[in-house]
C-alpha cells in the first residue's frame, strides 16, 4: 500500500543546503541533507513507520503552536486552517489523541474545538481526562468535573499549589514590561510566557533582563527559552515527558494495550516528550522543523503542511488496516 508524500518532497529537500540559526539559537549549522540521514522524513519513511506499528495500538500526542499551525506574530491569532482541523478530527476517530501544549488548555481548546482529543495544557501541567481512563496514581493533584457535553472528566494539576504565586509574577510582569513596545505576556495559567517576537531587536536586551530582575524574588522558578518567548514555569517536576507518561498510564487503565506513542512537535519542550520515547526505546518520535537542529526524535516534518499529510495518511493507514 503506497502513500504519495507532498508533489514537492523532494525538491524541497535537495534545495535547502545550509542551515539558518533558529529563532532560540539551538539550530546547528550543517547540511540538510546530511540531516535527514539522522532524522528521515516521517513523509518518506511512512510505510516503514507503519510496519513496526502492526499489531499495536498507536496513541498520538501533538503539540499545537508550530506543528497544528504556523508560528505567527501574535500568539492570540494562531488559527489552525479548517484542512488541519479535519485531519486531526479523522485521526482522533482512529487513535487516542491528546494535544499537549505549552498554552494554558482553555486556550488550546478553542483553537482546536475538537471533542475527541484531550487536552493537556501549560506543558502537561494542566491535563483534562475522562473519568473512566484515571488511574490513581497522585490523587492530590486531581479533581472531578463535568466537560462541556456534561461528561464526568478528570483534571490532573500537579502545579496546582503553585497558581497563585505564579498569576502574582504575571501581573508583576505585565505591569514592568508595558514600557517595552510590543512585549506580549501571556497567561497560559500554570506558566508565563513572555513573547519579544514583534519587538525591536535593541530592546530585546531590555525585556530579558527585566523578566530576570523580576524572577530573582523567586529563585525556584525555571526561565526557559523557546522561538522568540521567554517561559517562567513553577518548581515542579513536570514536563511534556511526564505528561505523555500520564496519558499512556490513562489509557492502560482504561482497557488499552500494547500502546505505542507517536509524538509530533516543534519546539524545545517537546524534548522531553522525545527523550521518554528515546529512553523506552517504544514509539516514534517526529520533530517539525526546516532546518538542521539537535534534536532526539528519530524522525523529521518540515512544516505544519507536512504535519497535515502525515496525519491524513496515518488515518487512511487505519482506514485501510481495517477493512483488510
Given at each position: 500500500?503506497?502513500?504519495?508524500?507532498?508533489?514537492?518532497?523532494?525538491?524541497?529537500?535537495?534545495?535547502?543546503?545550509?542551515?539558518?540559526?533558529?529563532?532560540?539559537?539551538?539550530?546547528?549549522?550543517?547540511?540538510?541533507?546530511?540531516?535527514?540521514?539522522?532524522?528521515?522524513?516521517?513523509?518518506?519513511?511512512?510505510?516503514?513507520?507503519?510496519k513496526?506499528?502492526?499489531?499495536?495500538?498507536?496513541?498520538?500526542?501533538?503539540?499545537?503552536?508550530?506543528?497544528?499551525?504556523?508560528?505567527?506574530?501574535?500568539?492570540?491569532?494562531?488559527?489552525?486552517?479548517?484542512?488541519?482541523?479535519?485531519?486531526?478530527?479523522?485521526?482522533?476517530?482512529?487513535?487516542?489523541?491528546?494535544?499537549?501544549?505549552?498554552?494554558?488548555?482553555?486556550?488550546?481548546?478553542?483553537?482546536?474545538?475538537?471533542?475527541?482529543?484531550?487536552?493537556?495544557?501549560?506543558?502537561?501541567m494542566?491535563?483534562?481526562?475522562?473519568?473512566?481512563?484515571?488511574?490513581?496514581?497522585?490523587?492530590?493533584?486531581?479533581?472531578?468535573?463535568?466537560?462541556?457535553?456534561?461528561?464526568?472528566?478528570?483534571?490532573f494539576?500537579?502545579?496546582?499549589?503553585?497558581?497563585?504565586?505564579?498569576?502574582?509574577?504575571?501581573?508583576?510582569?505585565?505591569?514592568?514590561?508595558?514600557?517595552?513596545?510590543?512585549?506580549?505576556?501571556?497567561?497560559?495559567?500554570?506558566?508565563?510566557?513572555?513573547?519579544?517576537?514583534?519587538?525591536?531587536?535593541?530592546?530585546?536586551?531590555?525585556?530579558k533582563?527585566?523578566?530576570?530582575?523580576?524572577?530573582?524574588?523567586?529563585?525556584?522558578?525555571?526561565?526557559?527559552?523557546?522561538?522568540?518567548?521567554?517561559?517562567?514555569?513553577?518548581?515542579?517536576?513536570?514536563?511534556?515527558?511526564?505528561?505523555?507518561?500520564?496519558?499512556?498510564?490513562?489509557?492502560?487503565?482504561n482497557?488499552?494495550?500494547?500502546?505505542?506513542?507517536?509524538?509530533?512537535?516543534?519546539?524545545?519542550?517537546?524534548?522531553?516528550?522525545?527523550?521518554?520515547?528515546?529512553?523506552?526505546?517504544?514509539?516514534?518520535?517526529?520533530?517539525?522543523?526546516?532546518v538542521?537542529?539537535?534534536?532526539?526524535?528519530?524522525?523529521?516534518l518540515?512544516?505544519?503542511?507536512?504535519?497535515?499529510?502525515?496525519?491524513?495518511?496515518?488515518?487512511?493507514?487505519?482506514?485501510?488496516?481495517?477493512?483488510?
Open positions: 500500500m503506497g502513500f504519495p508524500q507532498s508533489p514537492t518532497q523532494q525538491q524541497k529537500m535537495e534545495s535547502f543546503s545550509r542551515a539558518r540559526l533558529e529563532d532560540n539559537g539551538d539550530s546547528i549549522l550543517g547540511s540538510y541533507s546530511s540531516w535527514l540521514r539522522e532524522h528521515p522524513s516521517a513523509l518518506c519513511t511512512f510505510e516503514g513507520i507503519m513496526k506499528a502492526e499489531r499495536k495500538e498507536i496513541a498520538v500526542f501533538l503539540d499545537y503552536d508550530g506543528t497544528l499551525s504556523q508560528i505567527v506574530d501574535n500568539p492570540d491569532q494562531a488559527y489552525m486552517t479548517e484542512k488541519m482541523r479535519c485531519a486531526v478530527r479523522e485521526v482522533a476517530d482512529c487513535f487516542p489523541t491528546a494535544i499537549v501544549s505549552g498554552r494554558c488548555r482553555k486556550k488550546v481548546y478553542e483553537f482546536v474545538q475538537l471533542n475527541n482529543v484531550c487536552y493537556a495544557g501549560s506543558h502537561g494542566d491535563i483534562s481526562i475522562p473519568l473512566a481512563s484515571s488511574k490513581s496514581q497522585d490523587n492530590r493533584h486531581q479533581t472531578r468535573a463535568l466537560d462541556e457535553k456534561g461528561d464526568e472528566i478528570v483534571w494539576q500537579p502545579a496546582q499549589d503553585f497558581l497563585d504565586t505564579v498569576q502574582e509574577i504575571m501581573r508583576l510582569l505585565k505591569e514592568r514590561t508595558t514600557r517595552i513596545d510590543s512585549a506580549m505576556v501571556e497567561d497560559n495559567k500554570f506558566c508565563i510566557s513572555v513573547h519579544y517576537r514583534c519587538v525591536d531587536e535593541k530592546d530585546v536586551g531590555k525585556l533582563q527585566i523578566v530576570e530582575s523580576t524572577m530573582e524574588a523567586y529563585p525556584t522558578y525555571r526561565i526557559t527559552c523557546g522561538k522568540k518567548v521567554m517561559e517562567i514555569r513553577p518548581p515542579v517536576e513536570w514536563d511534556k515527558g511526564r505528561a505523555i507518561e500520564f496519558l499512556l498510564e490513562s489509557l492502560n487503565a482497557g488499552h494495550c500494547n500502546v505505542l506513542p507517536l509524538y509530533i512537535g516543534d519546539d524545545d519542550t517537546d524534548e522531553d516528550a522525545f527523550k521518554v520515547i528515546k529512553r523506552t526505546k517504544h514509539g516514534f518520535s517526529i520533530i517539525v522543523s526546516s538542521p537542529r539537535e534534536t532526539v526524535a528519530s524522525y523529521s518540515r512544516d505544519p503542511n507536512e504535519v497535515h499529510s502525515f496525519l491524513t495518511n496515518l488515518a487512511k493507514w487505519k482506514r485501510s488496516a481495517s477493512s483488510s
